[in-house]
Nanobody
Framework: QVHLVESGGGLVQAGGSLRLSCAAPRSITSVFNAHVMGWYRQAPGKQRELVATITRDGTSNYAESVKGRFTISRDNARKKVYLQMNGLKSEDTAVYYC?????????WGQGTEVTVSS
């Protein structure tokens, strides 16, 4: 298990930007680097869904709904992963969760809330 701490959520107007951060302060670098890191989100009344993932070497994958607007990145030395969100829409409103995956093992952060007002 990886202890994950998210930050950066908040209230923003449609069209605005936010940057989410996720840190793994209790992990050593090699453990962090062994995980595929990702961001998921859960809107009220809906299931949790994938937003983006990134491997150790920087290969990223995005949900169709955020392609071209969101960018995931990671700093392996600092054990952090980021989600830059531009062109935010009301449908991006959700609680965003950081995820660390290694094989069948998943670790989750506590979530950070993003609210986009139209």
């Amino acid at each position: 298990q990886v202890h994950l701490v998210e930050s950066g959520g908040g209230l923003v107007q449609a069209g605005g930007s936010l940057r989410l951060s996720c840190a793994a302060p209790r992990s050593i670098t090699s453990v962090f680097n062994a995980h595929v890191m990702g961001w998921y989100r859960q809107a009220p009344g809906k299931q949790r869904e994938l937003v983006a993932t990134i491997t150790r070497d920087g290969t990223s994958n995005y949900a169709e709904s955020v392609k071209g607007r969101f960018t995931i990145s990671r700093d392996n030395a600092r054990k952090k992963v980021y989600l830059q969100m531009n062109g935010l829409k009301s449908e991006d409103t959700a609680v965003y969760y950081c995820n660390a995956r290694r094989g069948d093992s998943d670790s989750w952060g506590q979530g950070t809330e993003v609210t986009v007002s139209s």
